[in-house]
């Protein structure tokens, strides 16, 4: 059994290797051409015609998603899903790497179809919109897509090649004040003052901050507050994030975060409205067995998992609402120095350098390889639902 995983193995590397240009370009294309949440037109148009043309059964638009979509090639079990993500960030394009993340599952999924040609079961690449702010996979559990699917993984881009990753759960808060405008100079005594209301809510939130748990995440910005110098500000409106390392725990911290608000409401006598989102990020499961395959497997590639680096912190990420109802992995490749940040405009030219295109490379082999172990060892494959099911 070892020298067929050993050879599968090897093809899988070798397949990825013979279409290194045409996995780099699909990068630099969708790289080039940035698209945000729910608008990934070009992204979704490019990555389903080149999988169609290699032979995967294509649907379009799925879960009610214009640029969601479902490609598989074999039938059967395991059903083994990489995930592409292709959305970019507003004003700061492809500063989190989803070109790579998109090109890596592509390319490994053409390369694990070699392996479903000789042992059956079947891949899958699921693509999933807006995750930048949108939780699209979300929506997409919602309406079944991960239904038949035994494993999800995808690679992300980062600083460190990791085979882990810890996400928040986290949930987005829009808030408005409604006060009364007035002349700021000659009569302020009439007014209510809405962006007062704000800026007392961000000084009660950062009162919160002492009295939270570590890990647990407060952070926003005012997206109006008010016309001219000369007025009261009649209205103002905000957008807010609110995380925590367990979902149980946001849920509390949810509660506090709105008394803040509301505080700030009685206190300036401006009406508070607000919203919470219809969905939220989940905090991530990552599947051991998996992490513990995909980590020799990055070895093989020449590649160690390196140290946690206790500086760095956790966002948030939909592949968390995966890992709630498959078992998923989130592993990271380097393709950038530490003094790179994520989600930075030096984080987006590092996402299409050389170091980016190997990084991509590297990824689409290691969750291949990943994917021959599951399909070939069924005890494998038995160990990854078992701790699925026991968590």
Known sequence: MNLAIDTLKAQVIA???????????????????????????????????YLESNGFALERGICDLP????AIYGSGRPAIAFIA????????GHACGHNIIA???????????????????????????????????????????????????????????????EALACIGLEVEYFGKAAHAAASPHEGINALEAMVQAFNNINSLRQHIEDGARIHGIITNGGEAENVIPAYSSGKFLIRAQ???????????????????ALASGAQLKYKWDDVRYDPMNSNMVMAELFTKNYQILGRSIDPPDPSNGF???????VSAVVPAIHPSVSIAPMDVLIHT???????????????????????????????????????????????
């Not at 993500?85 to 700061?92: Q, V």
């Not at 509660?255 to 803040?260: A, P, Q, S």
């Open 15 to 49: 397949e990825v290797d013979r279409r290194r240009d045409e996995l780099v370009e699909l990068s630099l294309k969708i790289h080039d051409n940035p698209e945000i949440r729910y608008k990934e037109f070009k992204a979704f148009g490019r990555i389903t015609d």
């Open 103 to 165: 090109a890596g599952s592509v390319g490994a999924a053409l390369a694990a179809k070699l392996v479903v040609d000789q042992t059956g079961g079947s891949v899958v690449v699921l693509g999933t919109p807006a995750e930048e702010g949108g939780v699209g996979k979300a929506a997409m559990i919602k309406n079944g897509a991960f239904n038949d699917v035994d494993a999800a993984m995808l690679v992300h881009p980062a600083r460190r090649n990791a085979a882990t990753v």
């Open 67 to 70: 640029t969601a979509f479902r």
């Open 345 to 391: 405009p030096e984080f987006a030219v590092a996402a299409a350098s050389e170091r980016g295109h190997q990084g991509l490379i590297d990824a689409a082999k290691a969750i291949a390889m990943t994917a021959v172990d599951l399909l070939l060892d069924s005890a494998a494959m038995e160990r990854v639902k078992r701790e699925f099911s026991d968590d």
């Open 315 to 321: 966002g948030s990420t939909d592949m968390g609402n």
């Open 246 to 264: 367990e979902s149980g725990y946001l849920d509390k911290l949810c509660i506090r975060v709105l008394n803040c608000f509301e505080a700030a």
């Open 85 to 92: 993500e292709y959305d970019a960030l507003p004003e700061m």
